[in-house]
């Protein structure tokens, strides 16, 4: 069984920051691959960024802005946001992928419950 749970939403105004975390049940190190994607109502789901055994990836909209992140030692990959827009607004859930290597970049085994970030004045 794999759980993964995010935490670190909430209401923030626009050129702000948030930090979003997702922890994982065990050891992150036996996935190939995690990752961030977002949804907002009424929009496609979205991957915001990946990261894998050495490499890191970011959609063009949060590049300069976000990076991601992990901390084997406690099993959590973080999300840093900077310079947040009303445009960042929507569900943000953590992703993981076990058993395989794929070049698909939106392929996941893996989802937690999702965090709300909402960019507001």
């Known amino acids: 069984q794999v759980q993964l749970v995010e935490s670190g939403g909430g209401l923030v105004q626009p050129g702000g920051s948030l930090r979003l975390s997702c922890a994982a049940s065990?050891?992150?190190?036996?996935?190939?691959?995690m990752g961030w994607h977002r949804q907002a109502p009424g929009k496609q789901r979205e991957l915001v960024a990946t990261?894998?055994?050495?490499?890191?990836y970011y959609a063009d909209s949060v590049k300069g802005r976000f990076t991601i992140s992990r901390d084997n030692a406690k099993n959590t990959v973080y999300l840093q946001m900077n310079s947040l827009k009303p445009e960042d607004t929507a569900v943000y859930h953590c992703a993981a992928r076990s058993g395989y290597v794929t070049t698909n970049r939106n392929a996941y085994n893996y989802w937690g419950q999702g965090t709300q970030v909402t960019v507001s004045s």
């Open positions: 065990g050891s992150i190190a036996r996935f190939n691959a």
């Open positions: 990261i894998d055994s050495g490499n890191t």
